[in-house]
């Protein structure tokens, strides 16, 4: 069965300050990875994705993502982070199958950002 | 074009009750789901439908919970009768039945139940 651990529950960074979100998943084979944020009051909205091909994938509002196959994780990064980055981040991996499916999910991770 | 809508946001009802959600998903999705978030934990599957059909309802706790979804557009999920370990966050999510779209899923912004 597949799993996602996202190790910290929360992490506080100053605002400019770079951000790092870990996730590890375990699955049988390379998964579909995706993050997602959710900001109070609001649905979870996909940041980026990741399917095949280059390991370094580039999402919306200026978050990353590194695939790494031999350590079995898709950390998040910011260079910058803003104020309005205070949210809880979420990690998910999905079957590799021709059709959809369902994701499996983190725990989340609570960022707080300091002025 | 609008997103998932969810209905109601927010209830309050006894342990006992019956409460029914509603999720709207967007126009033209033919993949739904709902998963439900308990106590600060992961975001957990419940099931997940191909237009009417269910395709995958191992995500469903037991006999209690009754998801429908006749048309293939709207779904409703019913919780009777609901229980406190019910409680947490209910979320819908859609997605289109293309190739790789179909693993985008759009959420919505989630039903708090809270069972008393």
């Known amino acids: 069965a597949q799993s996602v651990t996202q190790p910290d529950i929360h992490i506080t960074v100053s605002e400019g300050a770079s951000l790092e979100l870990r996730c590890n998943y375990s699955y049988g084979a390379t998964p579909y990875l995706f993050w997602y944020v959710q900001s109070p009051g609001q649905g979870l909205q996909l940041l980026l994705k990741y399917f095949s091909g280059d390991t370094l994938v580039q999402g919306i509002k200026g978050f990353e993502a590194e695939f790494k196959r031999s350590q079995s994780s898709f950390n998040l990064r910011k260079p910058s982070v803003h104020w309005s980055d205070a949210a809880e981040y979420f990690c998910?991996?999905?079957?590799?199958?021709?059709?959809?499916?369902?994701?499996?999910f983190g725990d989340g991770t609570t960022l707080t950002v300091k002025p | 074009e609008a997103g998932v809508t969810q209905f109601p946001s927010h209830s309050v009802i006894e342990k006992g009750q019956t409460v029914t959600l509603r999720c709207d998903p967007i126009?033209?999705?033919?993949?739904l789901y709902w998963y439900r978030r308990v106590m600060g934990k992961e975001i957990k599957f419940l099931l997940h439908?191909?237009?009417?059909?269910?395709?995958?309802e191992s995500g469903m706790p037991n006999n209690r919970f009754l998801a429908e979804r006749t048309g293939g557009t709207y779904s409703t999920l019913k919780v009777q009768p609901a229980e406190l370990e019910d409680s947490g966050v209910y979320f819908c999510a859609s997605s289109r039945d293309s190739g790789l779209a179909g693993h985008e899923q759009y959420f919505g912004p989630g039903t708090r139940l809270t069972v008393t």
């Open positions: 126009s033209g999705h033919d993949n």
């Open positions: 439908f191909v237009k009417e059909s269910k395709q995958d």
């Open positions: 998910a991996v999905g079957a590799r199958r021709t059709n959809a499916g369902k994701s499996t």
